[in-house]
Each structure stands twice: as C-alpha cells, then as structure tokens.
Nanobody, 122 residues
Framework: QVQLVESGGGLVQAGGSLRLSCAAS????????MGWFRQAPGKEREFVAA????????IYADSVKGRFTISRDNAKNTVYLQMNSLKPEDTAVYSC???????????????WGQGTQVTVSS
C-alpha cells in the first residue's frame, strides 16, 4: 500500500484559490491512479477528481468541473488539486486516495490519506 499525506488546506474567502498537495511514500506511486474526495459535515464522502498513472486522463465531478484541476508529478510522488473560484459549498475535508484506475467509485480506491480541511467563507 502507498502512504498518503495531504497538505495545503485552510480558510479562504469565496472566489479565492487553494492548492492541495498529496505526498505519497513508496515506489508504487507511479503505478497508481490517484483521486481526491471530500466530505462535508453530515454528508457522504463524494468524488472530486481523479487522474490516471500517466497524468493524461482526468475526470471531474460536475460540481467542480472548470474550477478545479488535478495533476501529478511522478518524480516527486505528489498529486495536486488546484482549486479556483471557491464557493462556500466546497467546504469539506479533502482526502487523496490511490487505486488501480481513475474512477468516481470510491470503493475501488485502496489507500487513503487523513485529509485536510478546506473552509470557504462567504
């Protein structure tokens, strides 16, 4: 399994930007697809974005399409989530995850980080 540690969360005003990072340990990072999910208080964990092992294939939830960008740097064992035009409804704990394919199905991801809090004020 790959170990994952997120960073970059914080408090930002609506319309602002944040970039989340997820550092992975182990030599298997470049063989895993990566994903970001989020969970707001009282809600189910939901898919945000995913990227394949090459970085060429990306998928997004409709709610973030055009505002968020997922990317990865296999040399640094890191995946990023650039979040622009943030809205109060983006407030959640964001977690990165690793799995065999880029997918919206969280059950197919095998490793999870602890998460980082993102709070967007109105």
């Amino acid at each position: 399994q790959v170990q994952l540690v997120e960073s970059g969360g914080g408090l930002v005003q609506a319309g602002g930007s944040l970039r989340l990072s997820c550092a992975a340990s182990g030599r298997t990072f470049s063989t895993n697809s990566m994903g970001w999910f989020r969970q707001a208080p009282g809600k189910e964990r939901e898919f945000v974005a995913a990227i394949d092992l090459s970085g060429r294939i990306t998928i997004y939830a409709d709610s973030v399409k055009g505002r968020f960008t997922i990317s990865r740097d296999n040399a640094k064992n890191t995946v990023y989530l650039q979040m622009n035009s943030l809205k109060p409804e983006d407030t959640a704990v964001y977690s990165c995850t690793a799995g065999p394919i880029p997918t919206m199905n969280r059950a197919l991801f095998r490793s999870w980080g602890q998460g980082t809090q993102v709070t967007v004020s109105s």
